[in-house]
């Protein structure tokens, strides 16, 4: 039997190369020489870049930038070259991400995405062709004012003085958008962004609503977020006479999606086509019996643009069926039964706390994974006892 395992990371807690070998190891106890083929899938966010890297065989940047809560952070992002063309990836993850912002320090009205701006720029500096930007794991909604302020964008108040935007919330104050400053060697690099598809910046399935509360809004925060995304929509068709408001992916990652479009002049794309350029995993999946995802979390968003999802959608092509493994199982999950995902099940062993959760994570994976390819073995037990007592 060939497996492929496929997950993605499991957020604030292990990337999706952990997970993979996690789950290769459990296979092995059952057998040790099991025939499985591990790619750890990426969707943008945590690990975008490293991952690229290795697979393009360049190289991290390593360089000092402005965090999420604003103090400043060592980040990175990758550079490689191919046919003469150097790229830069860069990941909104390592510079703006949910896992660099404490706990206790979770509002996105005050969050920025000022160092995206700063990476961007330090990618100018090495003079690259374009840049790969993955949104995904993001800590902020700032809508990538902080990005664009940092690009050299300043955002003006009733008496045209300069407002200086340190998260959402600010937006709502801004009267005007002034282009003048502008980096202008955005015009001559291509920017590619890989991104949540399905959110746009304004709206009640805007960005507001769907990942405020996941980054600490209250349901007054994120009725604030979501004026604020109106006006500064309006504010960016009059500045640069594009209209983001409901432009697909403009609301990725609390908006720096518009951002981007709009103040970069990048390309919003959805994230896996741009991906899998860059990972080819259908022949794997063709190839295999079974293919084995894995999610932090399974839930009714699941179908839109989640890694189990997309795996899922490959695999039924071929006929493959799709086993998911997740630490949460969350609301309207069932709806994944309709969506490719063959079954899915929850790591969790006993009632925990996050943090022995987290802790036990690798540990729950590797045990789930043995649990699944025992309860296979089980069904080819069973297949073998039917065929036999036809045959007889």
Known sequence: MKIVLIPSGFKECLGAEDVALAMDKGIRRVDPNADTVIIPMIDGGEGFAKTIVEIKKGRLVQTIATGPVGKKIMSHFGVYEEDGI????????????????????????????????????????????????????????????????????????????????????????????????????????????????????????????????????????????????????????????????????????????????????AHLNPRYDIIMKYINIEEHIRNADVVLTAEGCLDYQTPYGKIPAEVARIAKLSGVPVVAMTGTIGKGADINYTNGIDAYMSIIQKPATLEVAMEKAAVWIADCAETTLRQMKIGYQIAERIYKRELA
């Open 86 to 265: 150097v790229t830069a990836v860069i990941e909104m993850a390592a510079v703006a991400g949910l896992k660099l912002v404490p706990r206790h320090l979770r509002n996105p009205l005050v969050t920025t995405t000022y160092g995206i701006g700063e990476l961007i720029k330090a990618a100018l500096d090495l003079n690259v062709d374009r840049i790969l930007i993955g949104c995904g794991d993001s800590g902020t909604s700032d809508g990538g004012a902080g990005m664009a302020q940092a690009l050299g964008v300043r955002f003006l108040d009733q008496n045209h003085q300069t407002l200086e935007v340190n998260g959402g919330g600010d937006l709502c104050r801004v009267a005007s958008v002034d282009l003048s400053r502008l980096d202008q060697r955005l015009q001559h690099v291509r920017i590619d962004a890989a991104c949540n598809w399905h959110t746009p910046l304004c709206g009640t399935k805007g960005a507001a609503y769907i990942f405020g509360p996941q980054k600490g809004a209250c349901p007054e925060d994120v009725e604030l977020l979501a004026t604020s995304f109106e006006r500064y929509a309006h504010l960016i068709q009059e500045a640069a006479g594009m209209d983001v408001r409901d432009m697909p992916g403009s609301g990725a990652s609390g908006g720096l999606g518009a951002g981007l479009a709009a103040f970069a002049g």
